[in-house]
């Protein structure tokens, strides 16, 4: 296997390295880790996730959630309605009343949300995000074991290509094999609203990789119960955290998460350091799932929680979507190392704050972001290192993943996927060094910075001839991944300097003498692209 291939030359490099007594290194600090950190969440087309499914796909009869529509299901939704808002209260149970007499088995939630739509559109549409979070998780009822796997996977009927998936699940079996024969990795969903039925969905998909996988009940109720010595508790600090019924609906896996809190902080330690490695699960940036994450994380006072530390150092730590950007902490040279807040370009220049506090720690020689090209973000990190007084920063996009192998000798990355990762460094204020990395790029971390492998430079494809780009302002440059676009097209053309526009913001993009393009791979996003310079200046 080429990946498996890959770790293991690393690894005879770095026992070549450590023979050589007495030698000094940037690195000394670091711990044997690899890290595999996803661009975007995992969207694949299941029984339980029909909405990363084509429309036309036929899945089968099996059912993934279920909800159940009865008098004493409505009943018991009146007792702890979550809101002041009694009008919605009295509402939706007339509604649901009616679609009792219409409904008499149970439903999926697409099946329920079209029917309570066919009676009352307006006032379904009218409850609150956590008035409709209850009534859903209310009406849920248990299926099967109360772990309720689906073992259904239609890949091929997804939305989104399954390639970069299908690379990285293979690069985390050959990391974690590499480590033992046996391997086990926790899977950890407290991003999600509810970690529970995200159990399921994930534990599903991991399967691909071959390894032995087990839920870890980190959850932002558990962390609660643990801090404050509190397992009594557990159940209302659920509900706090915006989960409910879950014990009715996922009997085992609740059973699990007390016995987890019973258990105590030592052994869940215990759990994370005896595992091969941990995914961290995470999903696109919003509020309530940065505050999921950083609840089970760190305390109110944004102190490690003792657990936190454990993940952050293990020796095989996966990480997807908007968890990814948690990896940033600790401390350099130049301060405290915080978090990228996902903003875009624009609103960037605009003034909206662009960093949160600091994460987790496993990385500290840059800031990350995710999603990063498409969402139009390279500005919002710019912005984000200018603020945070750091040097070095790193966007990973969408459907593609960055591995970072790091030793007490050097670190190695190298990037998996569709896409690419975008590194900036900052050179003055408004001014950044701007590189790109595409698929199937090696790159070595010196002292002085980041550059790309010998090997990634001797193995690339002829350039191609294309004709030179047009001498005209390019507008609205920082949407629809256009600046991404711009910079192959310079890349492809051997172009060395490009103007972009923002309303009145300009980018300007130019070559110097050390900046190299290089065609690592023959995709749209496949031409490496060293020391090009970007400037933004204001249109006065």
């Known amino acids: 296997m080429q990946s498996l291939g890959f770790i293991s030359r690393v690894k005879r490099r770095v026992f070549l390295l450590c023979l050589l007594a007495g030698s000094s290194s940037v690195f000394a600090d670091n711990k044997e880790q690899t890290l595999i950190i996803m661009g975007s969440e995992i969207e694949t087309c299941t029984t339980l996730s029909p909405q990363f499914c ?53 439903l999926s939630k697409q099946e329920l949300l079209w029917a309570w ?39 091929k009927n997804s939305k989104k290509s399954q390639d970069w998936l299908t690379k990285t699940y293979k690069f985390i079996a050959a990391s974690l094999k590499v480590k033992t024969e046996k391997p086990t990795l926790l899977v950890i969903t407290t991003a999600a609203r509810d970690p529970y039925a995200s159990a399921n969905y994930y534990e599903t998909l991991l399967s691909q990789t071959g390894v032995a996988l087990e839920w870890l009940p980190l959850t932002p ?22 989960v409910h019924n879950r014990a009715n609906v996922y009997p085992k896996r609740v059973a699990i998460e007390q016995a987890a809190c019973l258990q105590g902080t030592d052994k869940l330690i215990k759990r ?19 505050q999921r994450l950083r609840t089970t994380l760190f305390d109110s006072q944004g102190n490690a929680y003792p657990w936190t530390s454990a993940i952050a150092d293990s020796s095989v730590l996966v990480t997807s979507g908007y968890s990814g950007n948690l990896l940033s902490g600790g401390r350099t040279q130049f301060g405290p190392v915080a978090t990228v807040k996902p903003i875009s370009s624009l609103a960037a220049l605009r003034g909206e704050r662009s960093v949160s506090a600091g994460g987790v720690g496993s990385i500290t020689f840059a800031l990350l972001d995710t999603y990063f090209s498409e969402q139009n973000r390279t500005i919002g990190l710019a912005k ?87 001498m005209l302002r390019f507008d609205k440059i920082l949407t629809d991944a256009k600046l991404r676009s711009l910079t192959q097209a310079m890349c492809l053309s051997n172009e060395q300097s490009a103007v972009g526009q923002q309303d009145e913001f300009i980018v300007s993009l130019d070559a110097a003498k050390n900046t190299q393009y290089h065609r690592i791979n023959s995709s749209s996003y496949g031409c490496a692209i060293e020391q090009l310079k970007l400037t933004i200046t204001t249109i006065q």
């Open 54 to 106: 084509n429309i036309d796909t036929p899945l089968r009869n099996e059912k993934g959630a279920l909800y159940s529509l009865t008098p004493k299901a409505i009943k018991r939704l009146e007792i702890n309605w979550p809101t002041d808002d009694k009008s919605q209260l009295v509402a939706t149970v007339s509604h649901l009343n009616t679609l009792l007499k219409q409904h008499p088995l149970p």
């Open 117 to 155: 739509r066919d009676i009352a559109s307006k006032q379904l549409s009218e409850l609150s995000q956590i008035e409709f979070d209850y009534v859903i998780d209310m009406l849920e009822i248990s299926h099967l074991d109360g772990l309720r796997n689906v073992f259904s996977i239609d890949a």
């Open 221 to 242: 109720g558990l962390a609660k119960a643990l801090h404050e010595k509190k397992c009594e508790q557990l159940d209302t600090f659920r509900v706090q955290a915006g």
């Open 272 to 290: 994370i350091k005896n595992s091969t490695g941990v995914i961290l699960i995470g999903a696109e940036f919003d509020t309530a799932t940065d």
């Open 384 to 470: 984000s290192l200018d603020a945070n007084m750091q040097p070095n920063g790193i966007g990973i996009d969408e459907n593609t993943s960055l591995v970072v192998i790091k030793s007490p000798h050097e670190n190695v990355l190298t990037v998996l996927g569709e896409h690419g990762v975008v590194h900036l460094k900052s050179l003055a204020k408004q001014q950044f060094q701007f590189n790109y990395w595409p698929a199937g790029a090696v790159v070595e971390m010196k002292k002085y910075g980041f550059i790309l492998s010998k090997r990634s430079i001797d193995k690339a494809l002829p350039t191609v001839k294309i004709p030179p780009l047009p």
